[in-house]
Structures are given as structure tokens and as C-alpha cells.
């Protein structure tokens, strides 16, 4: 499998003006120096609560945002050098969906319109041939070529997922960002769209980069999971490592919030102090401290670094814990049935 994502060192800052008296520059550190690689044809997943930097860091990739520092090489291209013209033409290769689609669709276009606009832009048919495409394109996803016509509105929540994966996939791009697309859709609904998506994945050789604030949802598509934490990577690693042997208290803590399908299991769900804190007041130390039920003094002075388990070294498995291997999560105070 070679490389078709690698960020380096990647951060975002953004510069915030200071409280009442101004003049102060605090940065809001949403992306604080993450650095991971995405290999063609897998599927990776950014995992992590709101506010952990995961949405900003499939923009920087994008380019919506540039990044403060770091490095996005595409396919062999520096995303982060590269002309607007350049980018442009790059636009096709790498595309997003969004959690709402509905947003994202121009609610007085028709499908056909929404989608003839995106094959126009990257001229992907000649004009001729644009609605064989597009009846292509909609079978393809699960709707069919005879509600061309119809608006957005029209359509459930998870059809208008539907095109709105036809659109991305319109263009033939090599990578699609995924950024809560499932996120606010039923269960059952979710489940369809997600073997849709790995369908159209094994048929197309799709590479997808999925950013999503629940486990559970990934749990079955992920070659790949990165756990993020105000701004920073905690631990990632292979999907089922991740899910059989986490290493971080977070990760962990991630984890024992999926539900649990069987309501005679009980739930122990780890509960967590305090909230998230505000990225533009990072903890000292390791930034998870605040809320770390094993932080001691030392996590509050020291960041701890990405590095394999000392007993698995030849895992693809990395943690940012100063004490992973003496933790021992069987000690731990569970929450009665949430
Ligand atoms: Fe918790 Fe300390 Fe490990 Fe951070 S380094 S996760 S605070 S035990
Ligand atoms: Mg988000």
C-alpha cells in the first residue's frame, strides 16, 4: 500500500484578540503539531469529542484553512505550497461530506442541477454524456435515475446523504473527507450509508478519512483509528488494537461510552471530571490531566510523547501516556448503568 496522505507536524492556530482589555493575542491551539499517514485504498478515522481539533484538521488538509505549520503532502503534492490554481485543479481528487447535507445542498437546485454544477466545474463529461452520468451516478448510490428532478427537500435525511456522496463521488476523486457524515442520522440509517460507503470504497478504491465523534460508529469501517484530545493526537493505531487493547485513559474512556447493545450487560461506562477545557487554555503537562482519573504531578509537568507500548513493539500502536503500561483500568470506579 503506498501513501496518498501525509501530514506533518500540522498545526492551526487561530489568533484570538484578549477579554475586556484587548490588545492580548491568545492562540486558540484547535490543532497543536499531528502528524499521521493515510495509505491508499484504507479507511482512517479521526475520533474524539468536540472541540478536539478533528473537523479543523480535515479543513486544514483541505485548505479551507492554511495551516500555521506543517505539511500536507497529497499524491506527491504539498497541499500546503500549492497555487490556488493548483489547488483548484487538486479539488477533484479530494473531496468532503458533511454531517448535514441538507446544508451543503443548494435547496433550489435539482439533483440533476447540484449535480451537473460539479461535473461542469472539473469537466468531467462532455456535455453530451452528462445524463447517462448522472443516472450512473445516482444508481450508484441507491436512488433512482427518475427522481432527477426532485429538490433536496424532497428526500429523507439519508437520501440526501446519498447525493450527497454522489456529488463527491461525481468528480472521481482518490480521497473523501467524511466529517460526521453519519453523525445525525438513525441507527439504521447510519448502518445503510456506512455499507454504502464501503461498497462504493471496494468497487472504486476510495481512500476515506472519517472524522467522527463516536467509536462505535467506526468501529466497522476503520482500517486505521487516530484519537485526538485538544488538539492533539492521544493515541492511534490499527482499528482493532485500538478497540481490543487502548492504551490511553481516554481512549478508554471513549470506549466505554458506546452503548452497549445487550441492556442486561451493564454499561460501565467510565465517567470523566469536568469538561473538555477551552483549547485556548491548554493544560500544562499532559493535556489530559485535568480530567485523567491516573494523573499524578508528574502529568501536569511533563507532555508525554507518541511512542509504541513497551511490550508491543511490533504493533502499529502509539499512545501519549507516561504510565500506559502500569494503568490498570480494572480499578477504576464505573458509572452505575447511564
Ligand atoms: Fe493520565 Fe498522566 Fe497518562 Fe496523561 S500522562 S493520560 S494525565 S496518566
Ligand atoms: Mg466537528
Not at 505550497?81 to 473531496?95: A, C, D, N
Request: glycine residues 6%; proline residues 6%; charged residues 25%.
Amino acid at each position: 500500500h503506498s501513501t496518498l496522505l501525509k501530514v506533518s507536524g500540522l498545526k492551526q492556530y487561530f489568533p484570538i484578540k484578549g477579554g475586556f482589555f484587548g490588545g492580548k493575542v491568545n492562540d486558540v491551539k484547535a490543532v497543536d503539531d499531528i502528524s499521521f499517514e493515510v495509505n491508499e485504498g484504507e479507511t482512517v478515522s479521526i475520533v474524539g469529542e468536540s472541540g478536539c481539533g478533528k473537523s479543523t484538521t480535515g479543513r486544514s488538509i483541505l485548505r479551507f484553512e492554511t495551516p500555521t505549520a506543517g505539511e500536507v503532502i497529497f499524491d506527491g503534492t504539498n497541499l500546503t505550497t500549492v497555487s490556488k490554481k493548483e489547488l483548484k485543479q487538486l479539488r477533484s481528487e479530494l473531496q468532503i461530506i458533511f454531517q448535514d447535507p441538507y446544508a451543503s445542498l443548494n435547496p433550489r437546485q435539482t439533483v440533476r442541477q447540484i449535480l451537473y454544477e460539479a461535473i461542469d466545474i472539473q469537466k468531467v463529461v462532455p456535455k453530451g454524456e452528462r445524463e447517462d452520468y448522472l443516472f450512473e451516478l445516482l444508481e450508484l448510490v441507491g436512488i433512482q435515475p427518475s427522481q432527477a428532478d426532485r429538490f433536496p427537500h424532497e428526500f429523507s435525511g439519508g437520501q440526501r446523504q446519498r447525493i450527497g456522496i454522489a456529488r463527491a463521488l461525481s468528480v472521481k476523486p482518490k480521497l473523501i473527507i467524511c466529517d460526521e457524515a453519519v453523525s445525525a442520522l438513525d441507527v439504521s440509517i447510519q448502518a445503510q450509508v456506512l455499507n454504502l460507503l464501503k461498497k462504493l470504497q471496494r468497487e472504486m478504491g476510495l481512500t476515506y478519512l472519517f472524522i467522527a465523534h463516536d467509536l462505535g460508529v467506526v468501529r466497522h469501517i476503520s482500517d486505521k483509528i487516530i484519537v485526538m484530545y485538544l488538539g492533539k493526537i492521544v493515541e492511534m493505531g490499527d482499528s482493532e488494537e485500538i478497540f481490543e487493547n487502548p492504551q490511553h485513559p481516554y481512549t478508554k474512556a471513549l470506549l466505554s461510552a458506546i452503548p452497549v447493545p445487550n441492556p442486561k450487560k451493564k454499561s460501565q461506562r467510565i465517567l470523566l471530571k469536568g469538561d473538555v477545557p477551552s483549547p485556548m487554555n491548554v493544560p500544562s503537562g499532559c493535556r489530559f490531566h485535568t480530567r485523567c482519573p491516573f494523573a499524578t504531578e508528574y502529568c501536569a509537568k511533563k507532555v508525554p510523547e507518541l511512542r509504541t507500548p513497551n511490550d508491543q513493539e511490533t504493533v502499529n500502536h502509539v499512545a501519549a501516556c507516561h504510565y500506559m503500561e502500569e494503568i490498570d483500568f480494572s480499578s477504576l470506579e464505573y458509572s452505575k448503568n447511564v
